[in-house]
């Protein structure tokens, strides 16, 4: 996972490990890292805020002479990286779940993105997460479009045994949500999480009428799901999102396979807002909740 950022960021530490910390001899050296960066699905202003931020803290340093150097760069960069991942509140889920628990009210997600990054299947992991933290789960098939959609939520519902709210192919989107809401409301379920129509961030029907479900139903989370070996795409997507409908949090897919890692830094910077979970596998139990120090302490093994 990620193998290609490790090396990359090794490869760094050890070229200025050995170069005199002055502004005009680091300069060289981060010109060529942002490049290395950005082709490794590091959004361009995420390479240029870490390389700057690098260049700043590193331009002057005195090295005593029992310091260990590497060690003096590593923890600059560690600090960089989790700064640049930090910029975003904490999300704690449970924390709000239990919140709209203790009231009486279903505590209502809803989750966006385009076809393709694992949106389904992310919902579903996300429900026997909640459901194993002891939580009542109700699913609202919202994705009234695409052939095999309602199918596929219906399969995954009965695999986690978890009731699902549909209408027929074509329903109003908005009608569907609602009458999982009115559901879960009636017989005390705590969680409703909202399968919508994956579309094309370009697609201003399709991104108007998302806004239109979050305006009815009024959502206490938006989730985006991104493949994250979309790379500078994921970016992109997120962006977009963020702009027309607004979202909370983001949940990244099919890490396990990506060898970049670029998507998982530039996500969170972008958007200002916190990578909820990681998807890291085909079964259920493949959804870890995302830690940015520990993501950071990865990278620089």
């Known amino acids: 996972m990620f193998e290609r950022l490790k090396s990359r960021l090794k490869g760094l530490v050890n070229k200025v490990t050995t170069t005199e910390l002055k ?54 960069l560690r600090e960089v990286l989790l700064e640049v991942m930090l910029e975003n509140d904490k999300i704690d ?7 709209k628990r203790k009231k009486g009210e279903p505590f209502i997600m809803v989750f966006v993105g385009i076809n393709g990054t694992g949106k389904t299947t992310t919902i579903a992991k996300v429900a026997r997460f909640l459901a194993k933290k002891g939580y009542s789960v109700v699913l609202a098939c919202s994705d009234t479009y695409r052939a095999g959609s309602i199918e596929q939520l219906e399969e995954h519902a009965k695999r986690l045994g978890i009731r699902m709210i549909k209408h027929k192919y074509g329903a109003d989107p908005a009608a569907v949500a609602y009458d999982a809401i009115n559901h879960a409301k009636a017989h005390g379920i705590n969680i409703v999480l909202i399968d919508t129509a994956g579309r094309m961030q370009t697609n201003r029907n399709l991104m108007n009428e998302l806004a239109k479900i979050k305006r009815i139903i009024n959502p206490d989370m938006t989730i985006l799901t991104v493949d994250s070996l979309t790379g500078n795409d994921a970016v992109m997507q997120a962006e977009e999102f ?25 996500v969170a910077y972008v958007t200002k807002k916190p990578i909820l979970f990681v998807g890291t596998g085909q079964k259920y139990e493949d959804l870890e909740e995302f830690d940015p120090e520990k993501f950071v302490e990865m990278i620089l093994k």
């Open 23 to 76: 502004a005009e001899n680091l300069r060289p050296v981060f010109s060529e890292f942002k490049i290395s960066l950005v082709e490794n699905d590091v959004a361009f202003p995420v390479a240029e805020r870490i390389c700057d931020e690098m260049e700043k803290r590193l331009d002057g340093v005195q090295v005593k002479r029992l310091e260990d150097r590497r060690k003096i760069v590593e923890q600059n």
């Open 93 to 99: 889920l449970l924390q709000a779940v239990e919140k």
């Open 242 to 266: 963020h702009k027309t409908v607004g979202i909370d949090a983001t949940i990244l897919t099919k890490v396990d396979a990506d060898v970049k890692g670029g998507s998982a830094l530039s």
